[in-house]
């Protein structure tokens, strides 16, 4: 059976984590990058695959079974995705989840027109929580649904404290409240507001001779990011900052507490949880996982936009039907 010919476009933490997850999987086929930046400024891990200019992708869909696009959510990934699937059949890790109706519309008209086929928002939350919410509410019909996030590094939060004046070096971590999550499988069915649920925890290098108080109150009072938390701001050395800080963790948990029977007296929970070394390299291997999905569902003459809730577990698998209901089931 021939390989699928997956390439990536976009060559950050995510494209690089593809590229490894890549490596894992015998029945795909690295053929190569698209980058905005000069193709001969990237260097790849793995020697012999080209880096092509994304403005030319057209010219090398005939290559290429499916795209892997890893720009990010904010300005990328809506204007990417549906223009890239005009010529390939294309996934991505979309997670702005109040604009996933909006993007999911984009991309299927683009898909349809072109009779290619896309999935978008992959990952694990969108993704495998997203999952996890459908099955346990499902099966769960009287109940109250938590989704938990961290301990990890929030990307987008970090890049927010890196933009306040006065601060060198940033990052910040999302942390689960160790109270609220017991109370949560304590099966109360607690009402938790966002504070409830989350601190923020950042660790700051400043500029020297930078007003450290005003860098903190300017953080915890940031709107939409910090001001609705309980925020800790930590300065710390540069030297510190290199040696600590320099991974990508993340995870969390949803949790679903409902009730059974015939007084709804019994209770019952269902949780899922990850922790993440590598917040890009998961989520890469989740897109490649979604990429195998794609080839087979492509080749049963699928077109438009798909996402996970489209996508039966067993088309993500290397393994036979067979060796499934033999091995797993």
Sequence with gaps: MSKIRVAIAGYGNLGKGVELALRQNDDMEFVGVFSRRDPASVKLATAGVPVWPLADAAQYKDQVDVLIICGGSATDLPEQTPALAKDFNVIDSFDTHARIPEHFANVDAAAK???????????????????????AESILRDGATYTFWGKGVSQGHSDAIRRVKGVKRGIQYTCPVESAIEAVRSGSQPELTTRDKHERVCYVVAEEGADKAQIEQDIKTMKNYFDEYNTTVNFISEEEFDREHNTLPHGGFVIRSGKTGADLS????????????????????????????????????????KTAFDVAPGYLSPLSPEELRAHCL
């Design 113 to 135: 027109a072109s009779g290619h086929l896309a999935m978008i928002s992959l990952g694990w939350d969108p993704g495998l929580f997203s999952l996890n919410r459908v099955y």
């Design 266 to 305: 019994t209770n019952q929970t269902i949780e899922y949880s990850l922790k993440l070394g590598s917040n890009p390299e998961f989520t890469a291997s989740v897109l490649v996982a979604y990429a195998r999905a794609l080839s087979r569902l492509k080749a049963e003459g699928a077109t438009g936009c």
